[in-house]
């Protein structure tokens, strides 16, 4: 990917079927590097605009660039180099759980290989030492030969995290990557993602439920509600108000983060 910008929409929109669109209007600019989190509601089309980030899905209308590449314009092989650079993290993790820890690492470069050489590498690792320097980078690599269903869910997540890292994709998609994990776990995690955007320089977009991991790790929040961009800011300039107004109507999820209030409190306070 060249150019300054990663990513630029204009308009976008997204629609499935008959229902009410998923994405409405959104106009928003990612530079190459920067480092955002993306809060709001469960329905607010979070995890949609991360499906067309990583060009799983196209706009219903709009534009969409990736580097400077217009995505509507991208087809075959060109569209699976994209998707190449591109690594995205899920909250379910999407490993396979009988395989060992090393073939679902190294899946991460499923994408340079040819399909006889994908075939091989389940019979016998290709370069198992790649899968071990990337599982050393998050912590286990002890585990590189473990049966992927007998790790922790935190455990699993860091090998979704080291496919990532084999991978070596120009952006990091994260979403809701910590969900499923304890709190404590999931500030490491988002550490740990931090950290190897700071020490790469790669793009992250991380998808957050918790506005605390949010304001506390990223310099830029964007809050979405129903589909709209309700706001796009500094960590800093994230009011209690604007908070308030992302919530409101989602009481109950705001209760569920665990961080929202204390967040409004501490900003009230200050």
């Not at 329905?43 to 799983?56: E, I, S």
């Not at 473990?146 to 496919?163: K, M, N, Y």
């Given at each position: 990917m060249t150019g300054s910008q990663q990513y630029h929409l204009e308009g976008v929109r997204k629609v499935f079927?008959?229902?009410?669109?998923?994405?409405?209007?959104?106009?928003?600019?990612?530079?190459?590097?920067?480092?955002?989190?993306?809060?709001?509601?469960?329905?607010?089309?979070?995890?949609?605009?991360?499906?067309?980030?990583?060009?799983?899905?196209r706009p219903t209308s709009g534009r969409l660039r990736i580097g400077g590449q217009e995505v509507a314009e991208l087809y075959g092989r060109r569209l699976r180099e994209m998707r190449r650079r591109i690594g995205t993290i899920y909250q379910q993790h999407n490993l396979v759980p009988r395989l060992r820890v090393v073939h679902n690492?190294?899946?991460?470069?499923?994408?340079?290989?040819?399909?006889?050489?994908?075939?091989?590498?389940?019979?016998?690792?290709?370069?198992?030492?790649?899968?071990?320097?990337?599982?050393?980078?998050?912590?286990?690599?002890?585990?590189?030969?473990?049966?992927?269903?007998?790790?922790?869910?935190?455990?699993?997540?860091?090998?979704?995290?080291?496919?990532?890292?084999?991978?070596?994709?120009?952006?990091?998609?994260?979403?809701?990557?910590?969900?499923?994990?304890?709190?404590?776990?999931?500030?490491?995690?988002?550490?740990?993602?931090?950290a190897i955007s700071d020490d790469t320089r790669k793009t992250l977009l991380v998808n957050l439920h918790s506005t605390d991991l949010a304001l506390s790790y990223f310099p830029r929040v964007i809050g979405m509600k129903a589909g709209v961009k309700l706001f796009d800011a500094a960590a800093a300039e994230v009011t209690p108000e604007l908070l308030q107004e992302l919530y409101s109507g989602h009481a109950s999820e705001a209760r569920a983060d665990g961080s929202f209030q204390e967040q409004v409190h501490q900003r009230v306070a200050v």
């Open positions: 079927g008959r229902r009410q669109a998923a994405l409405e209007g959104l106009d928003l600019t990612v530079a190459r590097g920067e480092r955002v989190a993306l809060i709001g509601p469960s329905g607010a089309g979070k995890t949609t605009l991360f499906r067309m980030l990583n060009c799983t899905l690492v190294l899946s991460g470069r499923l994408g340079s290989w040819s399909l006889l050489g994908s075939l091989a590498s389940l019979a016998r690792p290709s370069r198992p030492e790649t899968a071990y320097r990337a599982l050393a980078d998050v912590g286990i690599g002890e585990k590189l030969f473990s049966r992927t269903d007998e790790l922790s869910g935190g455990q699993q997540q860091r090998v979704a995290i080291a496919r990532v890292l084999v991978q070596d994709p120009d952006v990091i998609l994260a979403d809701e990557p910590v969900s499923s994990v304890d709190p404590s776990l999931a500030e490491t995690i988002i550490k740990l993602l931090v």
